[in-house]
């Protein structure tokens, strides 16, 4: 497998300022996986059977066969996903004004309460193993379990911030590549410069020592070498060995849901960096990445739910890109 | 003349988490001089003499022969500063944490409250007028009186566009380029989409009807056809008849004092856009005026008051341009 994603499978109920969807298909494996097919198709435009990404999650047994189907249709490999008694993970949230914060309503975790995710065999070996936001001891045995990913990346949020600072800061130690937003990393490092902040994550320093680390053993290691930094409608920055990569984010006057946007995108980022093969991306490389990356969650950003980059078309996407490059000048 | 800059003069008490100033010379004319008069410099290096850069304001009796002569000392034209009797403008203001909103302590108007902007003779038609941030109405006297400019931009802030709408709206339909920031541009089209707000300035939709306008006339007439958005440390999104350009800011992680920033941006931008003689700029004549722009506005930043840009060394300047070219890939 050339990308694996472990990650939440959800039904959303949202409410945005445009109108509102309920049951839609969410969560960040799908969204993730949604965008790493669709450049895996455009990587290749003759192939219309399986892409080599596979997705791992839990579902209900409510999950509708319709949305299984869809995802199976775009290539993905589902055979990580697990079908478990109950219901799958439900997500209510609202978005306000510039909409770039949810509200969450509610949270049901259902069957997603007790995920233990199980990694097919023959998939413990990707180029990419991106671990979606879940708990970071989670993260921890899912890096354990594929110990041979030539390249790791996690998300996280705010909960497991404030709530699991140890587990988190260990399992930064481990990852070659943190996606975070700007919120998130200035919270981590109590800073409220996101550059000074961004640093201090990379160095290590803003990290919490590892349980029962004895000042005596030295420095506990530093944090991940790449942290790419998602600033909503201000654009990314990303910083890498070789330096820092700024781009703005594609200008959109039509947003509709926000939901995603941040999968959709690290979705886009990882599946270029697993079809490189380069276990050391360069500046530049990083660069394309999130420039696709930031043009593929326009889409997302643009309808109700997976509806965006479901059904994306190759055109709509080369004209948007097209488009950004003029505005960003790259 | 080839650059007109109207604005004020001030003495500027400062307080930010680094650290404090007091009575540093500031105002936005001085700023944008200051920075207006480094570009014409950096585009002429064997010239040690004036600049075609002109300032008109207003300075009581208490300013400092010293501050005079620095600022004579750059090129500058400053016969277009009338000394009054009484005490220069003086604000008092603080920032915090991240340090993108300033908080007025409090604002001593003195010789600037009656300022009544006299353009010298000779001034009356130069390449660029810039009108900093003043009474709108009295912008609209600028005008009149610089009637012969080929290219208009102006500044403006909170209180006009909630006291002044009106007045504010004139002036907006006269000029060609508004720079303006981010929160600027929300609360005048009341739309917290930033690019729909932009838009509907310039379409002139969001901009007020003129006092005793009659529907029967038609429309009232378009905003800017250029404006320029401040977005501080999520850099710049300008909307030009050519489509939009939108970069990210200086990463610094050196934050001291951003006072005078925007002013600083806008006089190395409208020096460029002098400089080229072009009415009517082009969105990669823009894109490279606000390249220059972001990063003569980091060194300001990076200092209190104008010690930054006071003394900028070229050396520094083209080392630092180099490296934001670097990082935004432009």
Redesign the interface.
């Known amino acids: 497998m050339e990308l694996v994603i472990v990650g939440s499978v959800a039904y959303d109920d949202l409410v945005t300022d445009v109108g509102e969807a309920e049951g839609a298909l969410g969560g960040s494996a799908t969204y993730a996986g949604l965008s790493a097919a669709f450049h895996s198709r455009l990587r290749d435009p003759n192939m219309g059977g399986p892409v080599p990404v596979g997705l791992v999650g839990v579902v209900g047994d409510d999950f509708r066969v319709g949305d299984w189907e869809m995802l199976e249709s775009r290539g993905l490999d589902l055979s990580g996903i697990e079908r478990a008694e109950g219901s799958t993970f439900r997500w209510r949230g609202r978005y306000h ?3 770039d914060e949810a509200e969450t309503l509610e949270t049901q975790l259902n069957v997603f309460g007790e995920f233990e995710p199980k990694i097919p065999a023959g998939w413990t070996s990707p180029e990419v193993l991106f671990c979606g936001n879940i708990h970071p001891a989670i993260q921890a045995a899912v890096l354990d379990s594929c110990s041979g990913a030539k390249f790791t990346a996690l998300d996280s949020m705010n909960l497991w911030i404030m709530t699991e600072p140890t587990a988190l800061s260990d399992v930064m130690r481990r990852v070659d590549m943190a996606i975070l937003n700007d919120q998130e990393v200035r919270l981590i490092a109590d800073d ?5 902040a961004a ?1 201090s994550i990379r160095s290590g320093d803003a990290l919490v020592e590892p349980e029962g680390w004895d000042p005596a053993d030295g420095h506990p290691g530093n944090g991940p070498d790449y942290l790419v930094v998602k ?1 909503g ?3 990314v ?1 990303a910083f890498t060995p070789q ?7 594609m ?3 039509r ?1 509709v849901d926000p939901t995603g946007c941040g999968d959709t995108f690290a979705g886009a980022l990882l599946s270029m960096v697993a079809a490189s093969g380069n276990v050391r991306p360069g ?1 530049e490389e990083i ?1 394309e990445a999130i420039i696709n990356a930031v043009v593929t969650a326009s889409f997302t950003l643009g309808e109700f739910g997976t509806a965006g980059i479901m059904n994306l078309d190759r055109a709509d996407y080369a004209a948007r890109r097209d488009s950004y490059r ?5």
Do not use: F, H
Not at 192 to 196: E, M, S, T, W
Not at 326 to 330: D, E, N, Q, S, T
């Open positions: 004004g510039s909409m409220a410069n996101l550059i000074r640093e600033k409608e201000n654009g920055i330096g820092m990569v700024a781009l703005p984010a200008p959109t006057s947003v500046i660069r003029r505005i960003a000048g790259v």
